[in-house]
């Protein structure tokens, strides 16, 4: 197995855009737009260590802005991952709550398979039941409601990647988001996939130049836009564009949460055992893993 370095992956990227101006000449579909954004996505999570703020809190709408209608609830994470796979399309990631103090140590791990055939897979480590829950396709145990991450309005299945074929993508139009030039895209889910899901379909508008989704629309079974995730603050790492902040509406409950990724760091050495649920449960373990990375960025 090859994995990426900082100067692989900025080859990779320059393969990938070379890919992408070669099909340019011709209409692309939306399956071909999509797998460019998985490709581009993938590129940021290998041997990946980031630092981040997940800020949660109820909101309203005040001179056509949205914003907290309370003090939010904040919490500070730091998150590895990293690619596997022979193509290198399958992902492993840990995320650790470091703040507030009496969530410190709660965890989530993470195995996304780009294998249609295979679940994706979570698991939650509860500090205060000090135990690990194993959640697989996104759903909760009761396979019902997909499973928060960290009491935040993001879920599991927000966070899944790959397995673009249980969709069917339709390129609905070219149009404009946030002054950006996008294509506005349709993704339903097969009959498999539908029965793991929460959403009917959503809608992406992909930035045509930096190939980063600006917006995202969640709808539920009768067709009603019941979640919105919100991209901004695109900025170039490495050769990649990624948004640094990602903000998730439930337009059902009004409550938003903010993912601001504070700091990434790319070609990180990531040791394949922290990887694993031991991270979640074996403190010293983890601790110690966390100061080795964290000396490699600081």
């Not at 019902?144 to 935040?152: D, K, Q, T, W």
Request: hydrophobic letters at 35%; a negative charge; charged letters at 30%.
């Amino acid at each position: 197995m090859r994995r990426l370095t900082v100067k692989t992956l900025t080859l990779t990227c320059l393969a990938i855009a070379w890919q992408a101006s070669a099909v340019s000449a011709q209409p692309l579909t939306g399956r071909e737009i999509m797998e460019q954004v998985e490709d581009y996505q993938l590129a940021t999570s290998d041997s990946a260590f980031n630092r981040m703020q997940l800020s949660t809190c109820r909101f309203g709408i005040s001179d056509s802005r949205i914003t907290c209608a309370e003090r939010p609830r904040v919490k500070a994470l730091e998150s590895v991952s990293k690619n596997y796979g022979a193509e290198g399309k399958d992902t492993k990631g840990v995320t650790v709550v470091l703040e507030p103090a009496a969530e410190r140590g709660i965890g989530m791990l993470t195995y996304s398979y780009d294998d249609a055939e295979r679940d994706n897979e979570t698991w939650l480590y509860l500090s205060a039941l000090g135990r690990v829950k194993r959640i697989a396709s996104g759903n909760s145990e009761d396979d019902s409601e997909p499973a928060s991450v960290f009491g935040s309005e993001f879920t599991t299945e927000d966070t899944d990647t790959g397995k673009l074929e249980e969709y069917e993508i339709n390129l609905l139009e070219e149009t404009s988001e946030a002054g950006r030039d996008v294509w506005k895209i349709e993704m339903i889910p097969n009959e498999e996939r539908a029965r793991k899901s929460r959403y009917s379909r959503t809608v992406s508008y992909v930035d045509k130049e930096r190939w980063v989704p600006l917006r995202v629309e969640m709808y539920d079974q009768y067709d009603k836009e019941i979640k919105r995730l919100l991209a901004s603050r695109v900025e170039q790492v490495n050769d990649v564009w990624m948004a640094r902040s990602l903000t998730m509406m439930n337009l059902v409950s009004n409550r938003l949460s903010n993912m601001a990724i504070l700091e990434i760091h790319l070609g990180v050495d990531v040791e394949d055992e922290f990887l694993t649920t031991r991270t979640l449960t074996d403190v010293a373990f983890r601790e110690a893993e966390l100061q080795e990375l964290r000396a490699q960025v600081d």
